[in-house]
Each structure stands twice: as structure tokens, then as C-alpha cells.
């Protein structure tokens, strides 16, 4: 056998045990993975507009919107606001009611259909709202966690934490219990996905935050 089919022979034995223990080694699995996503610093600014019964603080990277339309509902007043985080696809909607105010509420019928009421806000019936707005989320939640709070402005509310695939998994509302009634909740403009969410969902987390701890009523 010549120098030059010895080396041939070589190179192709080489090559067949190789492909035999490729064949035979175990498979092992690789985690599921997700796109980075670049995530910016913390920065804030104030809104503070004309004729709003609040104040606070939100992200730069945010923006403020006026709500025209929420859930197809017309809005009770026009401080109902969305804050708007494009970079995200994502949204709080603050919904703002007056204690002791008229509001329109949908009363189911027998029929399946919804008909428009008029009511009286009670701060008792919209804290238990709120609550039942967050239970709605039962099936897909693998858990619902509330707590109270009170700021150093003095504001006091409840912010519910829900774990797992559903549509909104930070809510709040905040209260002077005798004239401001305000109601937040962060909604993601994609299918709900908990693990991919996650990073998105903790950054944001923050800024809500901040918002609730410097949060004032002005109309006191």
C-alpha cells in the first residue's frame, strides 16, 4: 500500500469512528431560549397637567395618552389616562374615578346582553370591583398575591402581584376613601407568556413603583 492510500485509509477510518460516536452519544437537551432584550435606565419626569386632580411621576420613556376608548367603554371623566411604553409593547391604563360621583355601569341581562345603568361610585363597591377585576384571572394565574401600602404622600392602596400566563399580571388602585378613586393596570400587547415576559415584567415593576410612591392628590 502506497503513502498515498495509507493516508486516505487513515482519514476515512478517522472519519467512521467519529460518525459511529456521534450515532451513540446521548442527547441532551437544550434550554429554551428567548430574544435579549435591551433595557434602558430608570429615568422619570413629572405629570403634573392642568385641571388633574393628581400628579406623579412616570418614565421618560414613556408616554402619557389620553384614554378616548377603554375596554369599548366610553371613560367616566377625561382623567383616565394610558401610559404608553412603545419600546415594550405595553400599557398602564389609569382609570379615575370620583367618589360619590355618577358613573355608567354594563348590568348583564337575562338575555346574555349588557345594558348601560347609572350609579352612584360607593368606595366600598369599587374596592370590591377591583378585587373581582383581579380574581377574574383565576384560571390562568398560578397565583394572586395582595398588599396594602400607604406612601410617604399618604396615599394608601392595594397592589396585586399574579403569577403565571395572565392577561395583566401588576394591578393597583389608590384611595383617599372620601373623593379620589384611581385604578391601574399593566397590559402587554402580545399573547401572555410569563417566562419570556419576565424581564420585561420586573423592569417595569420599578417604574410602577415609583409611580405609586410619588403619586398626590391635588384636589385634597
Not at 36 to 61: A, C, M, T, W
Amino acid at each position: 500500500m502506497n503513502k498515498i492510500n495509507i493516508t486516505a485509509f487513515a482519514t476515512f477510518f478517522f472519519f467512521s469512528i467519529f460518525y459511529l460516536i456521534s450515532c451513540n452519544s446521548t442527547y441532551t437537551s437544550k434550554k429554551k431560549g428567548y430574544f435579549n432584550i435591551v433595557l434602558p435606565q430608570h429615568q422619570y419626569k413629572v405629570f403634573d397637567s392642568v385641571g388633574f386632580p393628581y400628579r406623579f411621576e412616570y418614565p421618560v420613556y414613556a408616554n402619557i395618552i389620553k384614554d378616548s376608548t377603554y375596554f369599548d367603554s366610553n371613560p367616566e371623566n377625561p382623567y383616565w389616562i394610558n401610559i404608553d411604553f412603545p419600546k415594550f409593547n405595553a400599557r398602564i391604563f389609569l382609570s379615575y374615578k370620583i367618589i360619590g360621583g355618577k358613573a355608567i355601569y354594563k348590568v348583564k341581562q337575562i338575555t346574555g346582553g349588557y345594558k348601560d345603568s347609572t350609579a352612584v361610585n360607593q368606595f366600598d363597591k369599587m374596592v370590591n370591583d377591583a378585587f373581582t377585576l383581579t380574581n377574574k384571572n383565576e384560571a390562568v394565574a398560578t397565583s394572586i398575591k395582595d398588599s396594602a401600602f400607604k406612601t410617604a404622600n399618604k396615599v394608601s392602596g392595594v397592589f396585586f402581584k399574579v403569577g403565571g400566563n395572565a392577561a395583566t399580571s401588576k394591578q393597583f388602585f389608590m384611595s383617599d376613601t372620601t373623593k379620589n378613586f384611581i385604578r391601574g393596570a399593566l397590559y402587554f400587547d402580545t399573547t401572555p407568556n410569563a417566562d419570556s415576559l419576565r424581564p420585561v415584567q420586573d423592569f417595569l415593576q420599578k417604574d410602577i413603583a415609583h409611580l405609586i410612591n410619588t403619586f398626590q392628590w391635588k384636589n385634597k
